[in-house]
């Protein structure tokens, strides 16, 4: 993990001088529901270019690593998910030292199974969304808080799609 968690940070800054904003996210789940017990995080790397960027809106790009386990079930315990996507944040207003948003996400993702827990989820491929509220925060706006939910499913492209759910994770992001 320290080794992923690494690599991001090495590419975000490599990154900064190409696009006006990007940073790093971690992930953690607060409430699972499908499969239930699951646990686990997730780290991404986001940039956002200056062109996509209005008064109240933006558009970044996400790429991330999130991996996922559960000790309920004797096989099957784990996954790994490579994801990348668009995401549009809407700010409510702008504050000098705290920025309200909502974020909204769909996005293409690998699973490195097509099984976790008791869950078939048929194919490799799936897509990533998510929603969720959040904000700014400080001087600089550098940290941003926000908690969302997130949901993995191939959009029945396989006759399995059992799909997997967290309705409440909580993200800690950060910006060079």
């Known amino acids: 993990m320290l080794f992923r968690l690494f690599a991001l940070l090495l590419i975000g800054l490599f990154c900064r001088a190409v696009y006006a904003d990007t940073g790093i996210a971690l992930t953690y789940p607060l409430i ?17 270019p200056d062109r996509l960027a209005w008064q109240h809106a933006k558009i970044y790009f996400d790429i991330s690593f999130g991996h ?18 668009p995401t549009l944040r809407y700010y409510f207003i702008q504050h ?24 078939n989820l048929g194919i490799h491929f799936s897509f ?36 997997i759910t967290v309705p409440l994770l909580i993200n800690l992001w950060y910006k060079f």
């Open 32 to 48: 699972p529901k499908d499969p239930s017990h699951l646990k686990g995080y997730r780290g991404a790397l986001w940039y956002q």
């Open 68 to 85: 996922w386990w559960t000790n309920e079930y004797p096989t099957n315990r784990e996954i790994n998910i490579y994801s990348i996507a």
């Open 96 to 119: 000098p030292f705290m920025s309200p948003f909502f974020d909204l996400s769909i996005g293409a993702s690998y699973l490195t199974r097509t099984r976790i827990a008791d869950r």
């Open 128 to 163: 990533q969304d998510q929603m969720g509220v959040g904000a700014t925060l400080g001087k600089d706006q550098r940290l941003s808080v926000s908690l969302s939910a997130i949901h993995y499913s191939n959009c029945s492209m396989s006759s399995s799609n059992a799909g």
